[in-house]
């Protein structure tokens, strides 16, 4: 008779929550990014109901500490704690921020890590919740988003705050994110140029 596998179990993991939908009647289907095991799917069982102690840490653009178990496809969510909270609301900040979660859901294949882009993804929330230019956290996620997805350029990177060179390397690096989004355009990035169209 064959041993029965125990179920895999991660404790305390870094990550963030990409996208949370609506999952049975009181769960959620959750689509969370952590550096050790890269992207994962899981559900938090009971979140969307008022008293869950899920619910209350289930944030995006916020460092999270995650534990979860399961061997299949959905794993299932145990706990969740905030780590030191960021300040990513309204504007430009917020818009670049759910711009970069939908990159990483159109072009990240699940549980495969890439340590660096998900430093990079921490380092530009970082910067956008200090006020910082959003355009140089930007072309540097997108950079290195392109270079660990196999999809980069050879060379060494450029100096991503240098706002001489940031019209045409935004033009270079969506051109080839495009190419891998089969020219359909981003829901964020529809958005912002509908935004752009209103302005006076």
């Known amino acids: 008779m064959a041993t029965r596998q125990p179920t895999p179990r991660f404790h305390d993991i870094d990550g963030f929550l990409l996208h949370p939908a609506p999952w049975r009647e009181t769960s959620l289907l959750l689509d969370t990014y952590t550096r050790e095991q890269g992207r994962v799917a899981m559900v938090a069982k009971g979140a969307r109901r008022p008293t869950s102690s899920l619910r209350p840490a289930l944030a995006q653009f916020q460092p999270l500490s995650l534990s979860w178990s399961g061997a299949g496809e959905v794993k299932t969510l145990i706990r969740i704690e905030w780590c030191a909270p960021l300040r990513v609301y309204g504007g430009a900040a917020a818009m670049s921020a759910w711009y970069m979660n939908e990159l990483l859901i159109r072009l990240l294949p699940r549980e495969d890590p890439h340590p660096a882009l998900y430093d990079a993804y ?45 019209p045409e390397l935004r033009r270079f690096l969506r051109d080839r994110l495009d190419d891998q989004l089969e020219h359909r355009p981003l829901v964020t990035r529809q958005v912002a140029q509908a935004l752009q169209r209103l302005k006076p």
């Open 122 to 166: 921490d380092t530009a929330l970082r910067q956008l919740a200090e006020g910082g230019r959003a355009a140089g956290a930007l072309r540097r996620f997108e950079w290195i988003l392109l270079r660990e997805t196999g999809y980069g350029v050879e060379g060494p990177a450029p100096d991503f705050e240098d706002p001489a060179i940031e």
